[in-house]
T-cell receptor, first 114, second 112 residues
Framework: DAKTTQPPSMDCAEGRAANLPCNHSTISGNEYVYWYRQIHSQGPQYIIHGLKNNETNEMASLIITEDRKSSTLILPHATLRDTAVYYCIVRPRILTGGGNKLTFGTGTQLKVEL | DSGVTQTPKHLITATGQRVTLRCSPRSGDLSVYWYQQSLDQGLQFLIQYYNGEERAKGNILERFSAQQFPDLHSELNLSSLELGDSALYFC???????????FGPGTRLTVL
């Protein structure tokens, strides 16, 4: 699986957009970009995923660069409850013997402040 | 509430002991996953089951074993416990063997 690189921490003011970057320069054409978050030792929560087009759901938007080597997760109006560790994960589109595992890195600790 | 339930929430035991962690997947999900999260190793995939069959294995120690029962609930058995086994253990489930996983709240294991 391709590796991802994320900044260890970021701060954001409440009500502002939080833009979390992720570098996945070795991603292949058959790999999705997934985002999960973990709020203080709770179970990881799925946010969004994409292949090459930008995606949006009720939680966030995912912007993937044209060369697919990086992406940005956007929380449009961050709140204090969005304080969490955000994980960017690359996952194969077609699963083989490795199963449907998610390989978590160290993620980005987002702190939303008043 | 993700729909995935795990029991117990907390477990404190001694070195050398054996424990069983239980997971009930979200209704309709056939696949179950186990992950371990320790301070030094982060979140690590242990094992995946699909409809009762083992599907994939990750960094699961030989002292650990798991199974998925006909009613689709799963148990993770940890034996000969060591201090380093202290961690959060998460169960996740998905509808299919390749679907998006939903995580449970975890079991916090403390080995003294």
């Amino acid at each position: 699986d391709a590796k991802t690189t994320q900044p260890p921490s970021m701060d954001c003011a409440e009500g502002r957009a939080a833009n979390l970057p992720c570098n996945h320069s070795t991603i292949s054409g058959n790999e999705y970009v997934y985002w999960y978050r973990q709020i203080h030792s709770q179970g990881p929560q799925y946010i969004i995923h994409g292949l090459k087009n930008n995606e949006t759901n009720e939680m966030a938007s995912l912007i993937i660069t044209e060369d697919r080597k990086s992406s940005t997760l956007i929380l449009p109006h961050a709140t204090l409850r969005d304080t969490a560790v955000y994980y960017c994960i690359v996952r194969p589109r077609i699963l083989t013997g490795g199963g449907n595992k998610l390989t978590f890195g160290t993620g980005t600790q987002l702190k939303v402040e008043l | 509430d993700s729909g995935v339930t795990q029991t117990p929430k907390h477990l404190i035991t001694a070195t050398g002991q054996r424990v069983t962690l239980r997971c009930s997947p979200r209704s309709g999900d056939l696949s179950v996953y186990w992950y371990q999260q320790s301070l030094d190793q982060g979140l690590q995939f242990l094992i995946q089951y699909y409809n009762g069959e083992e599907r994939a294995k990750g960094n699961i120690l030989e002292r650990f074993s798991a199974q998925q029962f006909p009613d689709l609930h799963s148990e993770l058995n940890l034996s000969s416990l060591e201090l380093g086994d202290s961690a959060l253990y998460f169960c996740a489930s998905s509808v299919s063997a390749s679907g998006d996983a939903v995580f449970g709240p975890g079991t916090r294991l403390t080995v003294l």
